[in-house]
């Protein structure tokens, strides 16, 4: 574990519970697919075909259908050891705790137990307030590996709430020796110890958390914060939210804090019991885990922790965001909408529902929700920025502008990151064919953030279409090009460029290289066939626009291309080559 673990650690948490909650630092990757048809199996009534249909669904990240699928296949084999393993674990996945504990019990029976389903055991021991039984169940975890930073956290836990506040203490002892696991043990020394009421000893600790990198996640900012407050230090308090929030403006979750300041309002402790303790170390260690690699396990650290603390937003929006990340949309609406609506995370969760709609191709569910939270009353300008992004997809261009225009009005002042809406607002100016006032944006957009290659490619593309500023075009695309040099569309506007400027061979190179990158795109497609006419390739040229008119072009290009088809290209037309 080691370094990568408190590299992992801080870089999950920051991302997951500060940036990754606001709005306003949601992107979109325009250029993902399906892992997996969403499509279920089908499967007739043999239990091989349930066991069959639930490893897809496994593979297919859909574990609420595996779970299903393998209940299922176990009924007809229930002593697998191995088949109920799986189970167990799709099951927990899945989020179907009533399920999963049952299983987690038996497996613990056989002789080949799993660390998983000792550590529901002893889970759901301390959630029955069964503590003693938790800690004789907790005897049963190995020592090594991921047992190793588990159990002592655990113990540590059962123990305070058996009242054993000072051996608790104890039981963390050699994980602050252990390279990475600094912070995770200054925080929950500081909480054990808030919660034994020895606030100079929790100072301390929260104190270490934040000196050791703490400062920059969330939860230790909001122990610090509420030790402050309580401890009448409220300036304190505000200082380190506004640190925070400076180093990450998007964040909503420490504007509530600001206003309980503000109103002289005394908040609880961050952790008020063993269950809540728990569900925090739970949620600590699913943001150090690669959810690439393993996302199950991730799930299944959080699962726990609301089975424990139903009321834990954070960890509801992980699994939402993990979720997502396996284009398990429907399945992140469900976790989105676990979020409390007195949580200051109800609003971001909305967002984020809004877009898993999206990625299902309900716009209109999306746009509904977007409108609803402008409704509320806008204070910031994520909700409008999304409602413009929907409207412009949708091709409602006049709309969105009026969404992009009321986001900057939010706003007020206008820096570096919020080129992002001049960008959007110019690309739906344009389209509605207003281009002096795209321009402006485009422009404007250029210098907050002059190397930005979407900004340069969209102005550059825009004047060498009009056949304007050719020469600044020019400059402006091929550094796009040197910035992005694997972006199909970027590498189109130059191939366009030189063709535009009558370099047939160069324009050629460059819309090949485009094609290879985006085979689908019909108009890359298309500027290929036109390209190759003009170098005297007249039966590729004619491949080329027979194939685009395969890719579903807009409407208005299909005559284009049919009329290419018949009679070949007029004459080209002569540009200025100086801009």
Do not use: C
């Not at 001049?422 to 404007?444: C, H, P, T, V």
């Not at 050629?508 to 990158?517: D, I, K, Q, Y």
């Not at 005297?536 to 027979?546: K, L």
């Amino acid at each position: 574990m080691g370094g990568t673990y408190l590299k992992r650690f801080f870089s999950a948490v920051i991302i997951f519970t500060g940036v990754g909650f606001a709005p306003e630092a949601v992107t979109r990757d325009v250029n993902s697919a399906p892992f997996f048809s969403a499509k279920q199996p089908q499967v007739g009534k043999s239990h091989t075909g349930h066991y069959l249909a639930g490893r897809q669904a496994e593979k297919m990240r859909d574990f609420s259908a595996a779970s299903r699928y393998l209940q299922r296949a176990l009924k007809y084999n229930p002593d697998n050891i191995q088949l109920l393993k799986r189970t167990f674990l799709s099951t927990l996945a899945g989020g179907n705790l009533a399920s999963a504990v049952p299983l987690a019990r038996r497996l613990v029976t056989t002789s080949s137990p799993s660390m998983i389903a000792n550590l529901v055991v002893v889970i759901d021991e301390i959630r029955l307030s069964r503590l003693d039984d938790a800690n004789n169940a907790l005897n049963a975890f190995p020592d090594g590996a991921l047992g190793g930073l588990v159990k002592p956290l655990l113990r540590a836990w059962i123990l305070a709430g058996q009242g054993r506040e000072g051996r608790a203490l104890t039981e963390l002892d050699h994980l602050k020796k252990r390279p990475g696991l600094r912070v995770l043990y200054e925080l929950h020394a500081g909480l054990l110890s808030d919660f034994a009421g020895n606030s100079d000893i929790a100072a301390r600790h929260y104190k270490g958390a934040f000196e050791n990198g703490g400062h920059s996640i969330l939860r230790v900012v909001q122990g610090l914060g509420r030790h402050f407050e309580r401890t009448g230090q409220a300036e304190r308090a505000k200082t380190v939210y506004e640190a925070y929030m400076r180093e990450y403006p998007g964040s909503v979750v420490l504007r509530e804090s600001l206003a309980r300041i503000d109103s002289g309002i005394i908040p609880s402790l961050l952790v008020t019991n063993t269950k809540e303790g728990v569900a925090e170390i739970l949620f600590n260690i699913s943001t150090t885990m690669d959810r690439e690699n393993t996302p199950r396990l991730a799930l299944i650290f959080l699962r726990l922790a609301t089975y424990l603390r139903p009321d834990l937003d954070v960890a509801y929006m992980l699994i939402g965001g993990i979720l997502n990340s396996l284009n398990r949309y429907d399945d992140a609406i469900l976790a989105y909408r676990q979020v409390p609506a007195a949580s200051p995370l109800n609003w971001s969760a909305r967002l984020k529902v809004a877009d898993s709609f999206e990625a299902l191709g309900r716009d209109e569910d999306a746009i509904k929700i977007l409108q609803s939270l402008v409704a509320e009353g806008v204070t910031r300008p994520g909700p409008l920025v999304s409602l413009g992004d929907l409207l412009r997809s949708n091709k409602k261009f006049v709309e969105a502008i009026d969404a992009y225009s009321r986001a900057l009005n939010v706003v007020g002042t206008i820096d570096q990151r919020h080129w992002t809406i001049l960008y959007s607002r110019g690309i739906a100016l344009e389209r509605s064919r207003q281009w002096k006032l795209a321009e402006k944006d485009f422009q404007r957009a250029l210098e907050l953030n002059p190397e930005q290659p979407y900004v340069l490619n969209y102005l550059g593309y825009s004047w060498v279409d009009q056949g304007i500023n050719l020469a600044r075009a020019r400059k402006m695309i091929e550094r796009a090009v040197k910035l992005r040099p694997n972006d199909g569309y970027i590498v189109d506007s130059l191939g366009w460029l030189l063709f535009r400027l009558q370099d047939f061979e160069g324009a050629v190179g460059n819309l090949e290289r485009a094609v290879e990158l985006r085979p689908q795109d019909p108009i890359i497609n298309d500027h290929l066939g036109d390209a190759y006419w003009r170098v005297g390739r007249y039966v590729e040229a004619r491949f080329q626009w027979r194939r685009v008119l395969l890719l579903k072009p807009d409407p208005g290009q299909v005559s284009v291309i049919e009329i290419k088809l018949l009679r070949g290209l007029i004459e080209p037309v002569t540009l200025e080559k100086d801009g």
